[in-house]
């Protein structure tokens, strides 16, 4: 055998163990790599679109504005149909084989960077002041009550009177002595007539005489228990 049949031999040797492409399956995963992309590309529009959204946001409220809450813009979702593998060829010539992702890939954890100044809480510190106040007795107030000493008043008396014409006849008398002396007046016609002399030492006695004759002059006496005074007195017709 030459090096021609044997180069023939080869060749046809070749064409008989390599498979054969199935077209058909092959454009199919194409279609569903590029939608795949697509929906990437999508999730990414709209996370892209949520960050302009915050900073016009945070830039409208100013730095007296709370933070912003940021919404989690949920990840795509990629299908998981296994039709999508490619068939793996084995001639070492055919294109590159192409596998769609099964599930998908964590997304890194965190808060980019230009987020994080934004999501700085503002904390506004109030500070409470408690006095307490020593407690207050409230107390009455006191009185002084200061004891008055009894009149001590020498004894005097008068008859306002000495003469009536009524009946029966009367005479008033008054006077001054010591506090809580007893006053007494006394005449053929009355019976005794007393009164206590009050804290500030004057007295007032009103006295009837029920059996005065008339027109008969008779003598009323008024005592303090030490001293003493005679008085006139008749029932004028």
Not at 27 to 46: E, F, H, N, Y
Not at 107 to 117: E, K, N, Q, V, Y
Not at 213 to 230: E, Q
Request: hydrophobic letters at 40%; aromatic letters at 4%.
């Amino acid at each position: 055998m030459n090096e021609n049949e044997l180069r023939q031999a080869l060749a046809g040797h070749a064409a008989a163990v390599t498979p054969a492409i199935d077209t058909d399956r092959l454009a199919a995963g194409m279609v569903r790599v590029d939608r795949i992309r697509s929906i990437k590309m999508t999730g990414l529009a709209c996370v892209a679109t949520a960050i302009v959204t915050f900073g016009a946001v945070s830039m409208t409220q100013g730095e007296d504005a709370g933070p912003v809450d940021v919404v989690d813009q949920p990840d795509p979702t990629l299908p998981t149909d296994p039709e999508v593998a490619l068939p793996i060829v084995d001639d070492a010539d055919s294109e590159a084989i192409v596998t769609a992702p099964t599930s998908v890939p964590a997304t890194a954890t965190g808060t980019p960077d230009h987020l994080a100044d934004a999501e700085e809480t503002i904390t506004t510190t109030v500070a409470v002041v408690t006095t307490t106040a020593a407690p207050t007795t409230t107390r009455p107030p006191t009185t002084t009550t200061t004891a008055t000493p009894p009149a001590s008043l020498d004894f005097t008396a008068i008859a306002r009177y000495e003469s009536y014409s009524e009946d029966p006849s009367y005479d008033e008398y008054s006077g001054t002595a010591a506090a809580g002396a007893t006053i007494t007046v006394t005449s053929p016609h009355n019976p005794p007539a007393t009164v206590v002399v009050p804290p500030d030492g004057h007295w007032f006695l009103r006295v009837e005489f029920p059996t005065a004759p008339l027109d008969a002059a008779f003598t009323v006496t008024v005592s303090d228990g030490s001293s003493s005074a005679d008085f006139g007195m008749i029932h004028t017709s």
